[in-house]
């Protein structure tokens, strides 16, 4: 059965409660009368194909749904002869490129009429809507009378459009019916199950680490690929880039996988292999010696720039760099090759963590353009995420009574984001390891006390649902969950209802749902946010007249730096220490608190004496020179006492869009009015 979604669902009403009013169909199903007319036409059109009488809808007082009709859905349930696949406009879509993409013969519009279970009409329409929306990919959907409908364009570009399509019908619960569906006209149809072996098989023989909820799009993709293969639609590399990726270890788990999976690759097909089995894979482990490749590089150099730009230090840089290349190798190879990554929290990541993805868009842009590749914000979210783990980490470890482990298939830094909102949760909770559902098959989980995942497993222990990021609800929920069951302790909270009745004693409310919503949302921040709430001060919050001096000349820069620095030393922001740390930190490391012409951001740790978040700033008239080197002049210097990690990027992320306009650092170096500056970065308190 193939219909659309919409009235699907209007017809399994109707065949459930057999005789109905169009006033009650409006009101079960919350559609338009024109809405229901419409699904009617296509439920009734869909019956006519099946030679089944039409459900009479206009004109009377009752819908009656013919008793042929209602025969025929209940004999199709019990023989289960014809399973149901009910598809949105969206989904029919890519349905049709599916199976263009697969083709054996020339399609015609019957061909689609019958597959879809639509007039041609609808079909004429459907591909009209798919080359809308496909226009940016470079492949159209054409017609001929040689070919029929087919597919136009290169063939790398077909399947770079395939594998969009399948990450997003993997969110769709019925998307296996579909290839079954599609596979079922063909002689030798793959089975998922028999693939998806081949690839868990490889990964064990070539002792490697495929991401697992990539390994299942790539199982699927495998499956449209094979298919491919045979009709033979090939791809072409230049023989430079076969003769490179021969080189790589990758083209022996390529040759051996495609002889797993009985396919006929040539070169060509085995270089395209290797890449996506590349773009797959976890970077290896912390290269050592000669083995430090370019890429290893960018990500030790990436590290320091984000230590520097966000005005913070990691404890442990080796193992931050080392994190950092196992996510960046397979992205490089799937942005270099253009294979397509799903990130659902996309949109989550951009608005809570905003200061961050703005400070790893600024530094990533380079390394594009170094390397000759397009990051789409898809990636940058997942550097985003992955740094941000590592700022959330608790400052100190608390004592704890329960050991814990995490699962997660989606890779390092989704992993890192879910051991970190765990910690940051639980104070009675340490994570002992984060494991891939492979990994914890393998685990021997009597050593521990309880699991959080990301997907469902069977499991033992007290086992938690969680995401890599959560609403403050969901958040509530787990705590609530977690201290029951795990603590024995009943978590307690205010009635929402109770609150929202007491302030209706004493004011009226006109939108009670808004009020209950933003309350639920405020009652949690307070448990379990209030530091992330509490101390996100904006740039005028720290630049004040009290902390903004403007000199004609100092004699050198380290009492340059003293002085920048002496107001928040008089207000106890930090302690002196703190100024020796950075004058040491410049002397060690080299100028690189040099942000740009004439701009200097010192900082240190904040353990080296920061008492609570502050910034200063000193303007001065005559350079001072960095390490008494004429090459790095500054006349601008911005001290930052970072308290932790996180509390000051708001600030940080404001000051620096302020600085990436030329204009704004002439006009600090020129300007002699206090209030001028003030307002500047009044200004820029309203950026982020």
């Not at 913070?312 to 196992?326: G, H, N, W």
């Not at 690189?592 to 609570?612: S, T």
């Not at 911005?638 to 204009?663: G, R, Y």
Request: charged share 25%; aromatic share 10%.
């Amino acid at each position: 059965m193939m219909i659309d979604k919409r009235p699907a669902l209007l017809l399994e009403y109707l065949l459930k409660v057999k005789s109905t009013t169009m006033n009650q169909v409006i009101e079960q199903t919350q559609l338009s009368k024109r809405q229901i007319a419409y699904d009617m036409d296509k439920i009734n059109y869909w019956l006519k194909e099946r030679k089944l009488p039409s459900i009479t809808y206009k004109g009377i007082n009752y819908i009656q749904v013919p008793e042929e009709v209602v025969f025929h859905y209940k004999k199709q349930q019990t023989e289960n002869k014809e399973q149901s696949i009910y598809l949105t406009e969206e989904e029919r879509l890519i349905f049709i490129y599916f199976y263009l993409f697969i083709r054996q013969e020339a399609i015609s519009s019957v061909h689609l009429t019958q597959l879809l279970q639509v007039s041609k009409n609808t079909v004429i329409s459907d591909v009209k809507k798919a080359n809308e929306k496909n226009q940016s990919s470079l492949v159209e959907i054409r017609y001929s009378r040689q070919k029929g409908y087919h597919l136009s364009g290169t063939e790398s570009d077909k399947r770079i459009l395939l594998q969009h399509h399948v990450a997003k019908m993997l969110q769709v619960p019925y998307f296996s019916t579909i290839i079954r569906y599609l596979g079922n006209d063909r002689k030798d149809p793959i089975q998922l199950d028999w693939i998806h072996r081949a690839l868990i098989q490889i990964e064990k023989v070539f002792d490697l680490h495929f991401v697992e909820e990539r390994l299942h799009q790539f199982a699927y993709f495998l499956i449209f690929y094979s298919y491919r293969l045979k009709e033979q639609k090939l791809i072409r590399f230049h023989y430079d880039e076969i003769a490179l990726l021969k080189k790589d270890p990758m083209w022996l788990v390529a040759e051996e996988l495609c002889r797993f999976l009985d396919l006929e690759a040539d070169e060509n097909e085995l270089c395209y292999f290797t890449i996506q089995l590349l773009g797959l894979s976890l970077g290896s482990h912390f290269p050592q010696g000669s083995r430090r490749d370019v890429l290893f590089n960018l990500c030790e150099q990436l590290v320091f720039d984000f230590e520097y730009k966000a005005a913070i230090v990691f404890e442990k840089k080796d193992e931050v760099v080392q994190s950092l290349y196992q996510h960046l190798k397979p992205a490089y190879y799937r942005m270099k090759y253009r294979i397509p990554i799903n990130n659902p929290l996309i949109k989550q990541i951009k608005n809570e963590h905003k200061e961050l993805y703005t400070i790893v868009q600024e530094l990533i842009q380079p390394i594009g353009l170094l390397l000759g590749i397009n990051i789409p914000e898809e990636e940058i979210g997942f550097i985003t995420i992955h740094f941000g783990a590592l700022l959330a980490k608790p400052k100190q470890a608390m004592p704890k009574k329960k050991r814990a482990i995490v699962v997660c298939p989606s890779g390092v830094s989704s992993s890192l984001m879910v051991r970190h909102l765990v910690e940051s949760l639980f104070s009675e909770i340490t994570v002992e390891k984060t494991l891939s559902l492979q990994g914890y098959q393998k685990e021997d989980v009597n050593q521990y006390d309880l699991v959080f995942s990301t997907v469902k497993i069977e499991s033992k222990l007290p086992c938690y649902y969680v995401k890599p990021l959560m609403t403050p609800n969901e958040k509530n929920s787990l705590v609530n969950e977690v201290y029951q069951q795990l603590f024995n302790i009943q978590y307690q909270d205010i009635s929402l209802k109770e609150l929202v009745q007491t302030i209706g004693r004493y004011a009226n409310i006109y939108d009670e749902k808004g009020l209950t919503s933003a309350l639920s949302q405020l009652t949690f921040h307070r448990k379990t946010d209030i530091q992330r709430g509490r101390n996100q001060p904006v740039l005028s919050d720290l630049l004040k007249e009290d902390t903004i001096q403007v000199v004609e000349q100092l004699p050198d820069w380290e009492e340059a730096l003293k002085f920048a620095a002496n107001p928040l030393l008089e207000k106890g922001t930090i302690e002196s220490s703190y100024i020796e740390a950075m004058i040491a930190n410049i002397k060690t490391l080299g100028p690189y608190v040099v942000l740009g012409p004439e701009v200097a951001i010192p900082h240190a740790r904040p353990e080296m004496g920061v008492n609570q978040v502050g910034m200063s700033f000193l303007k001065l008239n005559e350079p001072v020179y960095i390490l008494n080197d004429e090459r790095y002049p500054v006349r601008l210097f911005f001290c930052i006492a970072a308290s932790d990690n996180t509390t000051h990027l708001k600030a940080l992320s404001q000051l620096t869009k302020l600085l990436s306009d030329k204009n704004n650092i002439e006009m600090l170096k020129e300007t002699e009015s206090l209030e001028s500056i003030l307002h500047l970065f009044k200004l820029y308190s309203e950026a982020v």
